[in-house]
C-alpha cells in the first residue's frame, strides 16, 4: 500500500499515526505545569527585573527542547512509516527535506522570539524605587521600553522567519511539483533486485542488421543491463541455444564472471524451449533471499522462442516476479530462407531418379520469386533448378515447398545442396541446406523359396524375374543394360549360412515355415535396417508362422487368419499412392485396379494391422501392409502370384513394386544421413562389425570422436553419436576403415523464420497478475522500471535527523539544566545590583 504525494510517499502509511506521538511532551508539560504563589518579599522586590529577564529566557529555551521533542517524536513515525523518494533524483529529494525541515526549524525558532518580543510587560517601576535610582539608569529603562526599541529589535527575527518561510516553502514546493519529480516512480536500482537474463542466441539471432548481428546487439545491451542500469545484487545468464563454451546456470554476486561469460556466446544447436528456461528461471529465483526478483528476456521473438503460448506459464508459482520483455527490434530484411530439405522419394542405387523437396521462406515484406539450385558435392548439377512464388511475410504464400528431380549418376556418399542463386546473406546460414546420400552401384537381393532350386511358376520364380528381367544382366558387353539389382535364390533351409548383411532386401516367397534360428536371423537383419518381403501363399502354414513369426517377434503385421479362398474374386479397390512402392506409377487409382485376388490370408480379424495399410481389396481386406520394426522394414503381401491365388504376376505393376522394395526408399537413408543440431546419430554400421570402433570427424577441425560399439535392448550393436551441436558434413569410417560414410547436421530449419511475433501478443499470455513490461531500448527499460518503483528509502536520511535532534536536545538540556551554583551565583549577582541601587 502506497500514499503518494510527488516525491513522497510511505510504503506503510498506516503508521503515519504514530505522528499523534508528537503531542506527548506537549502533554507531559502541561501535566508538569504548576503554577507557585506570588509571595512578596519586602526586601527582594528590586529582584524582580532581574527574574523576570532570567524567566522569559528559560521559557524560550524550554519551548524549543519541546520543538526538539516533539520533531522526534514526529520523525520516528515518518521513519517507520517508510518514507520514500517518488521520482526523481535521491540526492535532490533528500535536499529539499532537508531545506524544508530547516526552514520549520528556524521558524519555530524565529516565531518564539517574536512572540516573546510582542508579549514582553513592562517593568513596574515602584515610586520608592524610582528615588533610589540614578537617572543614568532611569533613563536606560524609559528607551528600552518605547515602542520603537522594541520593534527595531523584532527586525531581525522576523527577516530570519520571513526567510525561513521562503526556504520552508521552497522545500515544499520542490517535494510537491512533477518539475523536478515526475510522481512516476523511484529511482530504480538493483540493490536488492536478483535477475535472471533469457537470452536468445538462436540461429534467427545471427541476422544481419547493417553491420552487426542480432546476437551482438542483445550481447550489448545484457552487458549494459548487468553493470550499468539494474546491477542486481544476484545474477545468472540462461541461453536458448548452446554455445560453445557453457555459462553456469545459477544465481552468482560474481559481475565479472557473469559478464565475462558474455564475451564468448555463439550460436550453436537446437533453441530449448522457453517453457523450459522459463521454469529453470524461475527455479532460481526461487533460492534468492532478496526481495525483489525479475525475468528479463532479451530475444528478436521469431521462430521457437515465441511459438509457445504457455511459455510464462511457470511464472504462476512465485506472482511477484516481475517479466520484462525486451524486443530486439530491427528493420524488416528482405530475405529468403530455405527451411527444410528431405529427399522425396527415388530409389538410391545408380541410374535411379530421385526427388529433392525444400521448403523455401519469406521474411520480407515484399512478394518474391526467388531461383533455386542444386549442388552434388558442391558443384552445380545440370538441368536442376527451380523458382518459386513467395507472398509478403506474414501471408499464407510466404512459405512454399518446391521439387527437383536428380538422376543419379555416382555410387558412393553423395551431398546434395539445396542454395539460393542470389542469396541476401541477411541469414547466411540458411541460403542453403544439405542432406547426404550413400548411393549404391547394385543392390543385391536374397530370394528365398521352399525348394531347393528356383521351380517355374512358384513364387520365388515371379520375385526373381522382376528382380532380373534382362537375361546377363550385369554383362554390359552384350548390349544389354546394367540392371541396379542383383539377386540371389536360396532354401529357406540354406539360409542360415547366408551373411543376410551383404543382402539389400530379402523376399521370402510362399515358404510353408521357417525355424526359430532362422527367425531370429530375420529379426536382427531387419531391426539392424534391412528390408523384408513376405509373400504369403497357398503353402504357409499359418500355426507355425504365428507362433514362430508372429508371436513374440512381430515380423508380420498381424497373426494370420485363414486363408480365405473364393470362387468369386477381388480386385485391389485402393492403393496408397504416396508410398514410394506407388508413386508416379499412374495419376490414378484405375491400373491398379486390374489385380484381381482369389486366394488370400486374413491379417488378424481383417481389422488395421501392425503398421500402415498401402493397399485393400473391393471387400475392404488388406492386401499389402509395411510396417517398421527397428530400423528396418517389413511388406506382407497377404496374397502371392504362385499357386493361382492372384494375377499379380501377369500385370505391368509387378516389376516396378518388387523393384522398388528391393532398392528401398531414398528418403528412408536420408532420415539417417541428415540431422538437426543435438540429434543422436546411429552410424549404419553392419552388425557384423560388432565390437569395432567409429570415429567420427567433426565439421570446422573441432576434432575427431570415438564411437564405442554398444547394444540395443535386444542385443543388436549399435553405434550412437551424440555430439552434433555443429552444423555441417560429419564424416565416418571404422577403426580399420573396411567402413566408412559422412552425415549432414543442418540448422534447425524454425529459426529461419524472422518474422516476430508483437512482444504486446506474448505479454498477454502471462499469468493474470504478474507485473510484465515491455521495453525496446535500456533506456525505454529504465523509464518502465522506474514506473513501479517505490523509490529509494528516506528512513536513513530521516533516522540520521531524528539522532541529530536527539543531540542536540541533550546539549540544550544539560546546558540549561538549573544547578545550585548557578542560583548561588544569580543570588549573589542581584545582592550586588540591590546594593549598588541602595547607594
Known amino acids: 500500500m502506497l500514499m503518494t504525494l ?5 510504503s506503510d502509511p498506516i503508521m503515519l499515526i504514530g505522528l499523534l506521538a508528537a503531542g506527548i511532551p506537549v502533554l507531559l508539560h502541561l501535566l508538569n505545569r504548576v503554577r507557585s504563589p506570588v509571595v512578596q518579599f519586602p526586601t527582594l522586590r528590586f529582584l524582580r527585573l532581574t527574574a523576570q529577564k532570567t524567566s522569559r529566557r528559560r521559557q524560550v529555551q524550554h519551548f524549543l527542547l519541546l520543538l526538539m521533542r516533539m520533531a522526534v517524536f514526529a520523525l520516528i513515525a515518518m521513519a517507520i512509516a517508510g518514507p520514500l523518494v517518488h521520482g526523481g533524483s535521491p540526492l535532490l529529494a533528500y ?26 510587560p513592562k517593568v513596574p517601576v515602584s515610586q520608592a524605587f524610582a528615588d533610589r535610582i540614578t537617572p543614568t539608569v532611569s533613563q536606560a529603562f524609559s528607551q528600552a521600553l518605547k515602542p520603537q526599541n522594541r520593534l527595531r529589535q523584532m527586525g531581525l527575527p522576523a527577516l530570519v522567519f520571513i526567510l525561513a518561510l521562503l526556504a520552508a516553502m521552497s522545500g515544499l514546493f520542490g517535494l510537491s511539483t512533477n518539475q523536478f519529480f515526475p510522481a512516476m516512480g523511484g529511482s530504480y536500482n538493483g540493490a ?175 512478394a518474391v520469386v526467388p531461383r533455386l539450385h542444386l549442388l552434388v558435392d558442391a558443384i552445380p548439377a545440370a538441368h536442376c533448378h527451380a523458382k518459386v512464388e ?37 541469414l547466411a546460414w540458411a541460403d542453403q541446406r544439405s542432406v547426404s546420400l550413400n548411393v549404391a552401384k547394385q543392390v543385391n537381393a536374397l530370394v528365398i523359396g521352399a525348394s531347393p532350386t528356383l521351380q517355374v511358376d512358384s513364387t520365388a520364380f515371379y520375385v526373381d ?26 532354401a529357406a533351409n540354406t539360409v542360415a549360412t547366408i551373411p543376410l548383411a551383404r543382402y539389400g532386401a530379402v523376399f521370402i516367397c510362399d515358404v510353408p515355415r521357417l525355424s526359430m534360428a532362422l527367425a531370429d536371423k530375420l529379426s536382427r537383419y531387419v531391426r539392424s535396417g534391412g528390408r523384408i518381403c513376405w509373400l504369403l501363399g497357398s503353402a504357409v502354414d499359418s500355426v507355425e508362422y504365428n507362433r514362430v513369426i508372429w508371436k513374440t517377434r512381430h515380423l508380420l503385421p498381424a497373426p494370420l487368419v485363414g486363408p480365405v479362398v473364393r470362387q468369386t474374386s477381388s480386385r485391389v479397390d485402393w492403393i496408397d499412392i504416396r508410398s514410394h512402392i506407388f508413386a508416379n506409377l499412374f495419376k490414378n487409382q484405375d491400373p491398379f485396379r486390374r489385380i484381381v485376388v482369389v486366394g488370400r490370408w486374413g491379417l488378424g480379424t481383417d481389422g488395421i494391422p501392425l503398421g500402415h495399410v498401402l493397399s485393400k481389396l473391393e471387400n475392404n481386406a488388406t492386401f499389402l501392409v509395411q510396417h517398421r520394426l527397428g530400423n528396418g522394414r517389413i511388406y506382407t503381401f497377404a496374397s502371392s502370384p504362385g499357386g493361382g491365388w492372384t494375377n499379380l504376376a501377369d500385370t505391368s505393376l509387378f516389376l516396378p513394386m518388387m523393384v522398388r522394395i528391393a532398392l528401398g526408399n531414398a528418403s528412408d537413408l536420408a532420415d539417417t544421413t541428415s540431422f538437426g543440431p543435438g540429434q543422436a546419430v546411429a552410424i549404419p554400421m553392419p552388425a557384423v562389425a560388432a565390437g569395432t570402433s567409429v570415429e567420427v570427424d567433426i565439421p570446422h577441425n573441432a576434432g575427431p570422436v570415438n564411437v564405442a560399439c554398444s547394444q540395443t535392448p535386444a542385443g ?55 507485473p510484465v513490461f515491455i521495453a525496446s531500448s535500456v533506456t525505454e527499460l529504465l523509464k518502465e522500471l522506474a514506473k513501479i518503483s517505490q523509490g529509494t528509502s528516506l528512513m536513513p536520511g ?37 546594593s549598588a541601587v541602595s547607594q
Open 390 to 426: 513467395l507472398g509478403p511475410a506474414g501471408s499464407q504464400d510466404s512459405r512454399r515447398t518446391i521439387k527437383i528431380a536428380h538422376l543419379l549418376t555416382k555410387a558412393g556418399y553423395h551431398v546434395f545442396t539445396l542454395a539460393l542463386q542470389h542469396p541476401s546473406h541477411v
Open 716 to 770: 543388436l550393436p549399435q553405434w550412437i553419436f551424440t555430439h552434433t551441436r555443429r552444423t555441417g558434413i560429419y564424416h565416418w569410417h571404422s577403426f580399420n576403415y573396411q567402413y566408412a560414410g559422412e552425415f549432414v547436421v543442418n540448422p534447425p530449419g524454425d529459426e529461419a523464420n524472422l518474422l516476430p511475433v508483437p512482444a504486446d501478443n506474448l505479454a498477454k499470455e502471462a499469468p493474470k497478475g504478474q
Open 192 to 366: 536488492s533486485t536478483a535477475c535472471v537474463i533469457i537470452l536468445d542466441n538462436s540461429q534467427s539471432m545471427l541476422a544481419l542488421d547493417g553491420n552487426q548481428t542480432r546476437l551482438a546487439h542483445a550481447v550489448r545491451q545484457a552487458r549494459a543491463l548487468l553493470n550499468h542500469v539494474i546491477r542486481p545484487v544476484q545474477m545468472a545468464i540462461l541461453l536458448t541455444n548452446p554455445g560453445s563454451k557453457p555459462i553456469p546456470e545459477s544465481l552468482s554476486a560474481n559481475r565479472l564472471g557473469v559478464l565475462t561469460g558474455l564475451l564468448h556466446i555463439t550460436s550453436t544447436g537446437k533453441a530449448l524451449p522457453m517453457r523450459e528456461l522459463v521454469a529453470r528461471a524461475v527455479t532460481l529465483l526461487d533460492q534468492s533471499k532478496e526481495p525483489d526478483k525479475m525475468v528479463l528476456i532479451l530475444s528478436d521473438f521469431a521462430g521457437p522462442s515465441s511459438s509457445d503460448v504457455q511459455a510464462f506459464a511457470p511464472l504462476k508459482q512465485n506472482p511477484s516476479i516481475a517479466l520484462v520483455l525486451m524486443p530486439q527490434e530491427f528493420s524488416r530484411p528482405d530475405d529468403v530462407a530455405i527451411s527444410d530439405i528431405k529427399i522425396l522419394s527415388g530409389q538410391p542405387v545408380m541410374g535411379s531418379r530421385i526427388y529433392i523437396g525444400g521448403r523455401i521462406i519469406n521474411n520480407g515484406e515484399t
Open 6 to 10: 510527488a516525491a513522497l510517499n510511505f
Open 465 to 490: 524375374a522382376a528382380l532380373a528381367p534382362f537375361t546377363g544382366s550385369g554383362n554390359a558387353g552384350l548390349g544389354h543394360p546394367i540392371w541396379s539389382i542383383v539377386p540371389t535364390y536360396a
Open 95 to 120: 535536499g529539499m527535506l532537508s531545506l524544508l525541515l530547516v526552514g520549520l526549524t528556524v521558524m519555530a525558532i524565529m516565531a518564539v522570539l517574536l512572540v516573546s518580543a510582542l508579549e514582553r
Open 798 to 834: 530521516v533516522l540520521a535527523i531524528v539522532l541529530i535532534l536527539a543531540v542536540l536536545e541533550a546539549l540544550f538540556a544539560n546546558r540549561y539544566k538549573p544547578a545550585v551554583d548557578n542560583i548561588g551565583a544569580e543570588l549573589n549577582r542581584s545582592s550586588a545590583d540591590l
